[in-house]
Each structure stands twice: as structure tokens, then as C-alpha cells.
């Protein structure tokens, strides 16, 4: 370097505030195209254009459009979510209103505009909202109607985008299965210690699909229901033994397709004894799952939906009340 020469600083340039379009439609997990028409629709581009170069958002504009994609998640059509996404972040610096909710607060979400929320929050991989919308669906209408009006509806529709689209939406699946199991966790805790004699649940080996039966223990649980969970692909030899070592009262084997339905494994847990002779006893059998359609085994319960399959093991413990365990 010439120590003659005088040093060269690089001039601070003014950084144009707020982010791209791109940017922002990565964040929001939308494409830059949706937001060029949200703005033409809508009105909500951002606020300040500066001729002749690359559009900036704002942090006021993001919000907006933040609010617009919330309320989206709750059902209402995209015009009426913009509208009162501006309406509801001009209202935050007015004087707070004492007599009642903000303006343009919605009706609490039916489980059809739960099914919406949730389908439009997956798509654009918004975790957050989708956790915030299943635990919303548990609060609202309970652990056993929120699996079955919300969280299995969507389950299908977004198998359904992914069957027609290739595997387009694989990610999409993969977060929302990973999220209902982490909803249907949380809303239980789990059950203390009992007397009684516990359930056995387990899927079939070689089956992995569990959501629903970890669904049919949540909702156990929250009744107060001792149980022995096992999970996904529980091997033959595995759920023979956790039948003799715990004496359950019922045992639930879950199989999702026909060909892990296993006959042979439902029968030999139908004719499991334990106890000393006089006093042996052995398990009622529950198959649950399409798995299991036009196949018999002798006094197996065959329920078809989560409250026929509670109704059902209620049925069988009768020192439980069948509603939900007070909190």
C-alpha cells in the first residue's frame, strides 16, 4: 500500500429500509407473484415506492400482511382478511376500548374454518400457526371432537394435495403429522399411577402410521384411563410379553393398511391367560384401523371412530367416569 496515497473509505451508503418482495414472500411462504396480486387486490404493497428501484416493505407493511396471513388460518377469505388486517393494526395506536373486544375481532373458528387455517398454514410451512390453530382446536372443542372434526379432516386433505401433486407436499405432510402429534401430547399430561389394570396399545408390526392411536391415548388419558403406550411397529414377541407382564384389560392393536392387519397376532392375544390357575385372566381385544375391515376374530371389539372406541373401552372400566378426568 503507497502511504502516500490517502486512504480510501468506503462511503456509508443510505441502506433502503424494510426487505424485498422476495424476502418477504420466503418468510411468509407464499411466492413473490402472490404478493404482487395481494397489493393489486388489495391494497397491501408497500406504503412507500421509491422510482426506479426494487420494491421495500416496511415493518408496518409486514404487518400487515403478517395479520392478513394470520387471519387467513382462521378461515376468513382473503379480502375480508386484508380488510380487517388494516383495520386491526390502525386500530393498535388508537386509545384502547374499555367496553368490549378491538374492532374487527372474528367469531371464534368453527372446526370447518379450523380445517382452512391450518391446510393454508401447513402449505406455507408456518409452524407457528399451525400449532397455535391445533392447540386452539383442542381448547375449544375438546381432545376427542378436535381429532375428529378438525385434525383428521386435515390430515386427509393434505394427503390428498400430495397423492394429486407428486411429492410436491411431502414437507407439507411431514410438519402437520409432526405438529398433531406434538398438539395431541400436550394437551394431556400423563396419567398418574393406578390400581387398575392398564391398556395396552400398539401399532402391528411393520405398521407405522400411529397418529391416531396416539390420539385414542391422549383422549384416554384425559379420562383417567392407566395405560401402557408402545407405539409404532411393535414386534410380535414385543406385545406378547407386555400383555403377560402388565395383565391389561383391554389390549388395542392399530393397523392402518390390510397388509400389516395381522389375524394370527389378534388371535393368539385373544387366548393370552396370566394369573395363577383359578384366578387367570386374559385381555379383551380391540382392532381399530381400516387395516382391519372385513376381517373377524371371535369377541374382538371392532370400533370404527375415536368416540365409538372410547364409548366401548368405558364400557369396560366402569370404575372411570367416561367424561374427561377433571384438571
Known amino acids: 500500500m503507497d502511504e502516500g496515497a490517502p486512504a480510501r473509505r468506503a462511503r456509508p451508503s443510505p441502506e433502503a429500509p424494510g426487505v424485498t418482495t422476495g424476502t418477504l414472500a420466503r418468510r411468509l411462504g407464499v411466492s413473490p407473484t402472490t404478493l404482487r396480486s395481494w397489493d393489486r387486490r388489495y391494497g397491501l404493497g408497500p406504503v412507500r415506492r421509491p422510482t426506479g428501484r426494487h420494491r421495500r416493505w416496511t415493518a408496518e407493511d409486514v404487518a400487515v400482511v403478517e395479520e392478513m396471513c394470520r387471519l387467513t388460518t382462521t378461515g376468513l377469505a382473503p379480502a375480508e382478511a386484508a380488510r380487517l388486517a388494516r383495520e386491526r393494526l390502525a ?13 374487527g375481532t372474528p367469531a371464534p373458528a368453527s372446526p370447518q374454518r379450523l380445517c382452512r387455517g391450518i391446510s393454508r398454514a401447513a402449505t406455507r410451512l408456518d409452524a407457528p400457526t399451525v400449532h397455535g390453530l391445533l392447540t386452539e382446536a383442542v ?22 394435495k400430495w397423492e394429486e401433486a407428486g411429492d410436491r407436499y411431502v414437507e407439507v405432510e411431514h410438519l402437520l403429522s409432526w405438529h398433531v402429534s406434538r398438539a395431541l401430547h400436550q394437551a394431556v399430561p400423563v396419567a398418574p399411577a393406578s390400581a387398575l389394570p392398564p391398556l395396552v396399545l400398539a401399532c402391528v408390526p411393520a405398521e407405522q402410521h400411529v397418529l391416531p392411536l396416539e390420539a385414542l391415548s391422549a383422549a384416554l388419558a384425559e379420562r383417567g384411563v392407566p395405560q401402557r403406550m408402545f407405539g409404532a411397529a411393535v414386534p410380535v414377541e414385543a406385545v406378547s410379553a407386555a400383555v403377560r407382564r402388565t395383565g391389561p384389560r383391554v389390549v388395542v392393536l392399530w393397523a392402518q393398511a390390510r397388509s400389516t392387519a395381522s389375524l394370527p397376532l389378534a388371535r393368539h392375544l385373544a387366548e393370552t391367560h396370566w394369573g395363577v390357575r383359578g384366578a387367570r385372566g386374559r385381555p379383551a381385544v380391540m382392532l381399530c384401523g381400516p387395516g382391519w375391515a372385513g376381517r373377524r376374530v371371535p369377541g374382538a371389539l371392532r370400533p370404527t371412530t375415536l368416540p365409538e372406541a372410547l364409548s366401548q373401552i368405558g364400557g369396560l372400566y366402569p370404575e372411570i367416569s367416561r367424561g374427561p378426568a377433571p384438571a
Not at 91 to 103: K, M, V
Not at 140 to 160: D, I, K, N, S
Open 139 to 160: 381448547r375449544t372443542y375438546g381432545l376427542a371432537r378436535a381429532w375428529q372434526e378438525v385434525m383428521v379432516p386435515v390430515l386427509h386433505a393434505v394427503g390428498r
Open 91 to 103: 386500530a393498535e395506536s388508537a386509545p384502547a376500548r374499555p367496553d368490549g373486544p378491538p374492532a
